[in-house]
């Protein structure tokens, strides 16, 4: 049972347009969102995060987005650049008391390419 | 300054070998987590460590897999009698402090 969803495997924009990925969880209990970018053969990497207390949060050319109700995230990239083609990782955490060991459960990826 | 550090960077075993991965968290970090990514997955969450309090390892896939963490820094992850579907990248987390975590890059490793 997959609680942190990424339906699209891929995506592929144009240098200079906008990136939107996609983000999606089902367990009521995240309430802190994170997005990690990943190059081959590195780790991943942290990239911006947001609260559940908010509903975006901006960090120069990225902008997560965060709509509780509908339980789905989205992370913005303007202008896309080559360098930021890369494997996106959105990850929650649960950060309530009683023991939680703040584990964060990711989702399987999105592959962005950037094209020039 | 220093990030999280794991080695080997690459290990290929034979099946039904014994593995050990290392992991140096950033220094000063309290909270350290082993997770893993098999071929096209996400990252599935194995063990964390907190502190001397026991450690929580409630993702460790079977009672093969073991690890420790000596004097609240350096972290190992044991593998017993590796398996083919062991095969993975095995990435190591480091946190000042929840929820954000900081990873090394990772042992592949591949069981033959």
């Known amino acids: 049972d997959q609680q942190v969803k990424q339906n699209s495997p891929s995506l592929s924009v144009q240098e200079g347009r906008i990136s939107i990925l996609n983000c999606d969880y089902t367990?009521?209990?995240?309430?802190?969102f994170l997005w990690y970018k990943k190059y081959p053969a590195e780790g991943p990497t942290f990239l911006i995060s947001?609260?559940?207390?908010?509903d975006k949060n901006e960090d120069g050319r990225f902008t997560v987005f965060l709509n509780k109700s509908a339980k789905h995230l989205s992370l913005h990239i303007v202008p896309s650049q080559p360098g930021d083609s890369a494997v996106y990782f959105c990850?929650?955490?649960?950060?309530?008391?009683?023991?939680?060991?703040?584990?964060?459960?990711f989702g399987k990826g999105t592959l962005l390419t950037v094209n020039p | 300054g220093a990030g999280v550090s794991q080695s080997p960077s690459n290990k290929v075993t034979e099946k039904g070998k014994d593995v050990e991965l290392r992991c140096d968290p950033i220094?000063?970090?309290?909270?350290l987590y082993w997770y893993r990514q098999s071929l096209g997955q996400g990252l599935e969450f194995l063990i964390y460590?907190?502190?001397?309090?026991?450690?929580?390892k409630s993702g460790l896939p079977s009672d093969r897999f073991s690890a420790e963490r000596t004097g609240g820094s350096v972290s190992t992850l044991t593998i017993q009698r590796t398996q083919q579907e062991d095969s993975a990248v095995y990435l190591c987390?480091?946190?000042?402090?929840?929820?954000?975590?900081?990873f090394g890059p990772g042992t592949r490793l591949t069981v033959t």
């Open positions: 987390a480091s946190s000042p402090g929840p929820p954000l975590q900081y």
């Open positions: 367990n009521s209990m995240f309430d802190y």
């Open positions: 947001i609260s559940s207390i908010k």
């Open positions: 990850a929650a955490s649960g950060t309530g008391s009683g023991g939680s060991n703040y584990k964060l459960t």
């Open positions: 220094s000063g970090h309290t909270a």
């Open positions: 460590f907190q502190g001397n309090s026991a450690p929580d």
